[in-house]
T-cell receptor, first 113, second 116 residues
């Protein structure tokens, strides 16, 4: 089947620390992979995506590389800011399933000054 | 413009009430979605509309009734809800329902529903 496993949170970091949020997946077929961010009281915003193996998605200093050999799509940022505090969701989408998204459980990040 | 709007932002209703949630997008997207999100959980897919036709119903109870009057608008009609239906209801849209699965879904801010 299709599923996403994310590292458990919550994660607390000091400002300017390095961030990694692990995400691994299982999928029937060739998935597209996404990271979404949800700020308190808001909907989900697309952070970045990758649609094929070895693609790197990047946005606002965040990066993730689609690794088919390790079935992973880990999110990284070199220097986090207080404004990055949010919940991060890894998700996959596989063709022929109505564009259905399979979300991970979410990882809550708090960045302290 | 990648905006999906949802109204109302908040809704409180009794178990005997009938209410509706509204979602709108003007990006020319042909696929629209309803999700339910409980606190500290990921969104759960409820319904998918493709070209104004219902294509996926994830075994949602009949007290939730979706409607897609046109390609820009998606409604969710609520009737005889239970307290456990209290959640954030998110609407999303995508360009299409892609056979390759690479379409980005754009989410609205959600309607926070409380059922008393």
């Amino acid at each position: 089947g299709n599923s996403v496993t994310q590292m458990e949170g919550p994660v607390t970091l000091s400002e300017e620390a390095f961030l990694t949020i692990n995400c691994t997946y299982t999928a029937t077929g060739y998935p597209s992979l996404f990271w979404y961010v949800q700020y308190p009281g808001e909907g989900l915003q697309l952070l970045l995506k990758a649609t094929k193996a070895d693609d790197k998605g990047s946005n606002k200093g965040f990066e993730a590389t689609y690794r088919k050999e390790t079935t992973s799509f880990h999110l990284e940022k070199g220097s986090v800011q207080v404004s990055d505090s949010a919940v991060y969701f890894c998700a996959l989408s596989v063709g022929n399933t109505g564009n259905q998204f399979y979300f991970g459980t979410g990882t809550s990040l708090t960045v302290i000054p | 413009d990648t905006e999906v709007t949802q109204t109302p932002k908040h809704l409180v209703m009794g178990m005997t009430n009938k209410k509706s949630l509204k979602c709108e997008q003007h990006m020319g997207h042909r696929a629209m979605y309803w999700y339910k999100q409980k606190a500290k959980k990921p969104p759960e897919l409820m319904f998918v509309y493709s070209y104004e036709k219902l294509s996926i119903n994830e075994s949602v109870p009949s007290r939730f009734s979706p409607e897609c009057p046109n390609s820009s608008l998606l409604n969710l009609h609520l009737h005889a809800l239970q307290p456990e239906d209290s959640a954030l209801y998110l609407c999303a849209s995508s360009q299409d329902v892609s056979l390759a699965g690479e379409e980005t879904q754009y989410f609205g801010p959600g309607t926070r529903l409380l059922v008393l």
